[in-house]
C-alpha cells in the first residue's frame, strides 16, 4: 500500500504531490520462449521463468538495449539485472545476471548481448583470495610466536608504528604494536609516554589500544590519544610482563578543514566478511565501546541457511520424481537415500521397503519382466509407505505418465556447503547502535547493507564506518560530536542467508533463500539457486502489488516480490528499524555502479506513471547533501560519481517496485539514499579495499549532514528575480533562496499560505521553474527550509503580514 509522503518532521510542512506526467507508452512485452527445463510461463503480462539450470554458474553480461522501452521490457522479464545502466550515444548497456541457458532465452527473445564482464571463475577467485588473506594473516601470528619460542629473551609485543600528528592546537599519538596472546586474550595495551627526549617514560602520561580483529584473525592493536607535549619515546609492557620501546615519528600536520582530524583512525577491513563474520565484528566493537554502542537484536529471524533434502530421479519430464525430505537436511534429511530397483522378475508388484532412512522402491514389472511403474503411481507409493519421511511429487506438474528409469541409491541433499561455524538455525540479524544518548531522544541515521546477498562490498562500508565512529570517540572532537548528537544505527547484512548463500554455495546469489514455489512449479532440487525473494522488492510502498513495474510475481525470477508486501522477515526487520520514530536519514547500500540516488524508485507499467517526486525544497535538499556526501567520496582517491548517476532513482537506474529507499521517504518521512558502491559485486581485494574506504568517507559525511541538519536554526531568506519576456507585457518571474528550500507564493495580492501554490522544478533534473506574469504582478510568498524554519518567522496562517512582498517589473538599470 503506498502511503501519503509523510515527513515526520516538517509536520507544518503539507505534503505536495506531483506526480509526473505520462510521457512514454510501453511496448507490450515480446512473448518469452519456453526455456529449456523452465516453469511454464505465466499469464499473458507476467513474467517468464528465463530458466536457471540446476548447477549452472552466472556471468555478468551486457545487454544492448535501444531505448528506454526496451529497457523497461527486459526489466519486466525478471531477468537478474546488476545495478548498472549506461546510457550511451548509441543506446541504453545494462548488465544481466545469467547463466549460459538464461543467456540463451534472452536471444531468442531477442535481446542482444554483449561482452561478459566477470565470470564465475572470478568469484572463485575472491573466494580464494579472501581465504589466502586469512591464512596469512593466521600464518604471521604463528611465526611470530615462533620466534619468540626460538629466542627466550624476544619480547612479546612489538611497536608497529607510533606517529605523532598536530592540526590547529591539537595534538594526537596514534599507535599499532602485535602482541603474541592477541589472538585469544582480549586485553588492552597500555602505552606510556615520555614527554620529549631525555625524560622519563611515563611522564607524558598513559594511553591504552585496542585489539584489531578482522575475519577473526588478529591482526594488531591499535588506537590513537590526544597528547599535552610531543613524545620522543614510548613504552609498551605487555600482560605478561614484557617491554618494548620505540621512538616516535612526525606525521604530516592535518590542515585544519579537513573533516578529518589528526590521527583520525581508518582503515579497519583486510578481507571480505561473511554475515557470520560482520556480526562477530559488531560484537567485538560493542563490547569494546559499551558507554557508546550496543548490539540490536532485530526482532524478526530469517528463516534459515537451510533447506529440504531433496532429489529428482529421472531424466524426461513425465517419467521424473521429485523427493523431498520432511526434515531439515541437518537435521536428518541429508540421511535418507532412495532407490528406484528395478526387481529383475515378471508380473512383481510396485512396493516400496523402508529401513531406517534407506528408502527402496521395487518397480512393477510386466509378464514380460519390463518395468511398467509410471512416475504417478512410484509418487503416489512414496507418499503411502514413505509419508513419514519425505514427500514425493511428479516433476513441475507433470501428470507424471511417463515410466520411470530404474535409479541406483540415491542420497537425498539439502546442498549446503557451508562450514558447520555458519547456523543452519533461523538467524538472528544484528544492528549496531551508536551514539551516547540511545534512548530516541536524539535525530536517528539508519545504514543498512547487504539486503542483496552477493554484494559483498557495501558491508564492508558500514563496518568500516562504525570503526571510525567509535574508535575515533575519544580523541576526535568532530567524531564527539556526532556521536554525542546522533542515535546510529548500522546494520552491515540485513540478509545474512543469502550471505551465507553467496559466500559458500552461489556467489551470484541475489535474493534471500526461501523457497516459495509450488510443488506443481520450481519447488524441486533443480531450482535451488533461483529461489528466494528480492528483498529490496518485498516492500509496501510503490511495489508489485500495486501495479508498479521492476518487480516479479515469479518465485524464480532475480526480481521475485515475493508472495505479499513484508512477506520475508528481512523486510519485516527493516520496517521495524524504519519506524523508530527519531530516524530522519538513512543510506541503503549496495553495489555495483557508482550511483547515488533516492526517491522516486519506481514508476507504473501502464504510463510510465512515477511515484510522486519529492518537492522542489525536498529535491534541493537531497542535491544540496549528495553534492556533500560525494565530495566526501571523492576526496579518497579522487574519483567521483558522475552527476548522470546521481538522483531520483527512476531517472539514473530502472524502475524497482517495491524498494526499500521508497518505503522509508514514502512512509516514514525518512531523507532516505542509495548507494551503488564501486564496479562489480566482488571485485578484486584492492579495489574492495578502496571502495570502502571512499564510500565510508561518504557514509560518514551523511551523519555530519545530519548532524548539521538537526542543528539547522537558520532561515531561508528567498529573492525574486524578474528578468524580460519575449511575450509582449509579460516578464519572467523566478524564485532563489539561500539554502534549499520550499517556496509559496500568490500572484494578485492574496496572502501565501501553506495552501499557495507552490514553486515547482522546471522538470526532471532541473532547477526552479520560469513563471511568466503580466508586468507588474503583485508576488507575495514566503520559503520553508527542509528542516521547517520559515523566512522572516513568518506564520503562514492567512492573518501574519510578514511574508514576503515583490512586484514583477524589471529592475531598472
Ligand atoms: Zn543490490
Redesign the pocket.
Known sequence: MPHLPNRRWRRRVPAAVAAAAATVLLVSPASAVTPQAAAPAGPAGQAADLGRLAGEETSVVEVLLADTAELDRLVATGVDLD?EVSRTETGIVAHAVVTPNEAASLKAMGYRLGEVLFRPEDSANRVAEREATITQHAAENRAFTATLAADPDASDVKIIRADYYTSGTSQILSVEAKWAQGQTSTSALTVARDSGPGTAIGSGGTQTISRFVDAGVYLYHRGASTVTTRPDRIQITSPTGDVATATVKEWLPIPADDPEGAGYQKDFVASYLTPTELYARIRQLAAAYPGLAEIVELPYKTNGYRRKAQTVLGTANASRVAVDSHAWGHEGGNDIAVTLADPGAANRPLAVTVTGTEIRVDLATNAAGTVTSTAAQVVAALNAEAGSLVQAYTYRGSTGTGVVAPAARTALTDGLRAPASVSRDPHPVYAIRIGKTRDGSKPGVLAYAQ??A??WV?PLVTIETAERLLRNYAHDGRTKQLLNNLDIWIAPSINPDGGHYSFYDFNSQ?KNMTNHCALTGSADALSRNSWGVDN?RNYTEYSLFDGYSGASDSCTSGTYAGPSELSEPENKNLDWLASRSNIKFSMNL??SGNYFMWSPGAYTDAGRVSAPRPTLAEESFFWGASSRILTAIKRHRNMAVTPARTGPISDVLYSAAGNSGDMLWYKYGIYAWNF?VGTSFQPTWDEAHAETMEFSNGLVELMRVAHDFANDRQRPESTLAVKPSSTPGMVNVTFEATEPAAVFYTLGGTTPTYSSTLYASAGIREGGETLTVPAGTTVQWFSVDAAGNVENNYTPNGTAKNFRKGSAVLPTS
Open positions: 545495478h539486503e542483496h552477493r554484494e557495501p541475489r529490496n549496495h553495489s551503488e
